[in-house]
């Protein structure tokens, strides 16, 4: 059941005679979360400042963070679930949480104070993987096996139950309209579902490793998929069958993806690193943040686009500066340049050359070369 924090203990020096204390400080973003365990999944609400994370223990917290120093506050934590949190997510309006687990539940909570209102308690045959809200009522799961269940909370069951994919459902994205529903698999296909017919429509080929992501692109037409060989696969919407185009990234593998604009997207890897990343013209912008040496869990993008929040190995959830990337532009021209230097650092937390990286960026950014070997699945829940 939830637990309110522990309240901080007083320090000596808090007593009442000490003149007033200075001025908070402001920050460019929020402090760095710290957890007990890692942190599989996190979400950020689409409205306000607050934060969801599913952990390995299958413990799931809700912070509030701020830019101002010591105001992130833990709201709630809640432990139903028996097995590790696996994939967390907002309700559209922002009132409800739902959580899936390893131990094959789904659960839904009250935002306001992590009360379980719904549980689906062997909701798939295996572990599951990942859940997408498709509007008020109905939502998507996806586990270790490949199914795919689509959810209608008015009838309390499954609308849509499919097994289409031969390995893990590593990630989903709807349209704009709810209508098509795409699943990423770890055995190197795109999934197409049609919502409102409750039926399978196709699979495209398989692409080379697992395929760990999928988000929509310029204003939908588009379909960008990471896959865990440090490949990004490109689709035209009407055209799922094959993919249109590829763009090797130098990484080691793409864990997880989020769309920042229509055309940019932000990619975490093992390798730590969150790079930026332009679609058509296909181009790393630079390096966003890092986990040094920590592969990156999940990406999750706040309201209207210019903060992102990144989980890894390193048991932090830390925040970066993205409101930059929403005004690039990054035009076909490009200098000569030498190949294989360094990712430029796109904020003062980036680790980089120091340089004043929005100066030249659009004559030279960083060209992309092929590489990364196959990572594989990392599952690094705990039984």
């Not at 004043?356 to 950014?365: M, Q, S």
């Amino acid at each position: 059941s939830p637990t309110a924090p522990v309240p901080r203990p007083r320090c000596p020096q808090d007593s009442s005679e000490e003149p007033a204390a200075r001025e908070p400080r402001l920050r460019d973003t929020p402090e760095d979360i710290c957890f007990e365990a890692t942190a599989n999944a996190i979400a950020l609400h689409p409205e306000r400042p607050l934060l969801v994370a599913g952990d390995v223990d299958g413990d799931v917290y809700l912070y509030s963070y701020s830019c101002t120093e010591g105001e992130n506050r833990q709201l709630w934590s809640s432990g139903h679930h028996l097995k590790s949190c696996r994939d967390v997510a907002f309700s559209q309006d922002g009132q409800k949480l739902f959580t899936v687990s390893k131990d094959k539940s789904i659960h839904i909570l009250t935002v306001e104070e992590g009360r379980l209102e719904t549980r689906f308690p062997k909701a798939h045959g295996s572990a599951l993987n990942c859940v997408l809200p498709i509007d008020h009522h109905v939502f998507a799961t996806g586990d270790d096996g490949g199914a795919v269940k689509v959810w209608d909370l008015r009838r309390g069951d499954a609308i849509l139950e499919a097994r289409q994919q031969e390995e893990y459902i590593s990630a989903m994205a709807v349209d704009g309209n709810g209508k098509i529903l795409l699943t990423a698999s770890g055995d190197g296909t795109l999934g197409v579902y049609n919502v409102k017919r409750r039926r399978f429509e196709l699979l495209s080929e398989p692409q080379n490793g697992d395929l760990t992501s999928v988000v929509l692109l310029k204003r939908g037409r588009k379909v960008a998929c990471g896959s865990s060989e440090g490949t990004i696969y490109l689709f035209n919407w009407d055209g799922f069958g094959a993919a249109s185009d590829r763009f090797a990234l130098r990484a080691e593998s793409i864990d997880c993806m989020v769309p920042i604009t229509d055309s940019i997207v932000c990619v975490g890897s093992l390798d730590g690193v969150i790079r930026a990343v332009n679609v058509l013209p296909n181009r790393v912008v630079g390096s966003v943040g890092q986990h040094l040496g920590e592969p990156i869990e999940q990406l999750a993008v706040g309201p209207g686009g210019t903060l992102l929040a990144s989980s890894a190995h390193d048991q932090k959830v830390k925040f970066w500066d993205v409101s930059a990337l929403r005004s690039l532009v990054v035009d076909d021209y490009r200098r000569k340049k030498k190949r294989g230097g360094p990712l430029r650092a796109l904020s003062s937390k980036a680790v980089g050359t120091g340089e004043d990286f929005f100066a030249d960026l659009r004559d030279e950014p960083e060209e992309a070369a092929g590489g990364g070997g196959d990572s594989g699945h990392s599952d690094s829940d705990s039984d």
